[in-house]
């Protein structure tokens, strides 16, 4: 029974790091109520790429606004339409769920990924970091959830050596 449990935590772990990258998503967390009462602060959203000519309205997409700064943190809004851009292209328009207005038209290229699931809550400590300007969380959890892993797992030896030992030996 122990070994299932390590096995589990284990995969847990690195379920929790590495599986969305594995499916080829993108995990954010949501840090404004401008989705309410669908997305709120705190959960995390899981984005797939997406072709900008394939997004329809209701879609909620992600995207960095326009003349924004590279380093800039995107944002998640519902796509509501889509307007003619002075080139010819098509802009999309955006809007919070929870918003009176629309935001700024962008072109589709500002489009970074089309959400295809919510984990409500997972983004707390993130949140948390953000919002209280305490970078340092992150890598602390980090360290910490690697750390009991391994705990776990040394444990876990452990106890089975001395299991095999106070056995004595076998004819």
């Keep these: ?3 299932l449990a390590v096995v589990c935590v284990l995969a847990t772990l690195l379920g929790l790091l590495a599986g969305p990258a594995l499916v080829g998503l993108r995990p954010l967390t949501v840090l404004t109520s401008s989705m309410e009462p669908g997305l709120r602060p705190g959960d995390v959203v899981l984005l797939r790429e997406v072709d900008p000519s394939a997004v329809r309205p209701g879609d909620v997409l992600t995207y960095l606004p326009a003349g924004s700064a590279p ?3 995107p944002v998640t809004h519902r796509l509501t339409g889509f307007v ?3 080139d010819g292209s098509r802009n999309l328009i955006l809007q919070g769920d929870a918003n009176a207005l629309p935001d700024a038209p962008v072109p589709g290229s500002a ?3 089309r959400v295809v699931a919510a984990l409500p809550y997972a983004g707390y400590p993130d949140l948390l970091a953000e919002r209280g300007r305490l970078s340092w969380l992150r890598p602390v959890l980090a360290i910490a959830l690697f750390g009991y892993g391994t705990l776990l ?3 876990h030896f452990r106890q089975g050596r001395s299991s095999r030992s106070s056995q004595g030996p076998t004819a």
């Design 1 to 3: 029974m122990g070994n």
């Design 71 to 73: 380093d800039a943190l």
């Design 84 to 86: 003619a851009a002075a």
């Design 111 to 113: 489009v970074q990924g």
């Design 153 to 155: 797992v040394f444990q």
